[in-house]
């Protein structure tokens, strides 16, 4: 099914706003049955933020490039299911008092974003690089009336040297941003001693996990489990990693922007 975004007449312009009010009625279902399946709940006021999140992204995906994935139902599963299956590796999945969230590479808020829809009290930073997408992410926070959401543009490499970020989060999270080797790096410095990094990942996870391991340790972390998600929504493998902190990092740790893709920790 495909939803057609370029109008260029009034009566275009109200059918495809016909259009997509029935596709959310029909699809909004698809979000809550999956969210029923993994214990949780959406009520009417997180369903529609789903809706308008959805509509911008798209909307604002026409001028930059925020997602490959476009289609409703795909976006649905693939971008806001898929980013609450990290309720599964939380310690207190309805998100505790202020449980402090950041996510390394959202791009356009993935998984941050629906967690938070989830989860209003969490406190949340939404790192990203690039300058554009966090044009997009300060947009998309103020339209939803997100509370408690800082986004941070740059490197991970250098905000983790920074005080405010540099082991101070119960929560790291990260999605699609670099094989687990070198995303520890760029992930396990803003940790907290106590805290776990739950990387999403999909497709061969053995290779990747044994060419990390040494990274996981000089880091200060500590593999706890790669749990996979059960879900018949998804047609691919996909885990959570999750990994705990339990000790410090050194201080030199991350390198230089580049350096952890570069040369993996091994
Ligand atoms: N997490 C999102 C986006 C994945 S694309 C999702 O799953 O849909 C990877 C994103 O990571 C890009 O937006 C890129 O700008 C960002 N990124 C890559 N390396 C980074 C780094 N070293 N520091 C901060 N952001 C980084």
Redo the contacts with the bound molecule.
Sequence with gaps: MRLKFRTTSLSEGLAWLLDSFRMSALFSGQLKSGASKLGLSLDSRQLEQFQTYYRELISWNQRMNL?RITEYEEVQIK?FLDSLTVTLALKQPTGGNSLRLI??????G??GLPLKILLPDIRLVL????AK?ATFLYHIRDRLGLEDVEVVV????E?AHQTEYRERFDVVL?????PLATLVE?TLPFCTIGGSFIA?KKGEIEPELSQATKAISILGGNLREVKKIELEEFTDERYLVIIDKITVTPEKYPRR?GIPAKRPLA
């Design positions: 997602t971008h996510d390394v590479g959202t791009g356009a993935i998984p790192l990203d690089a690039t997408k740059g490197r991970a490499e905000v990260s999605r699609g941003v670099a760029l999403q922007p």
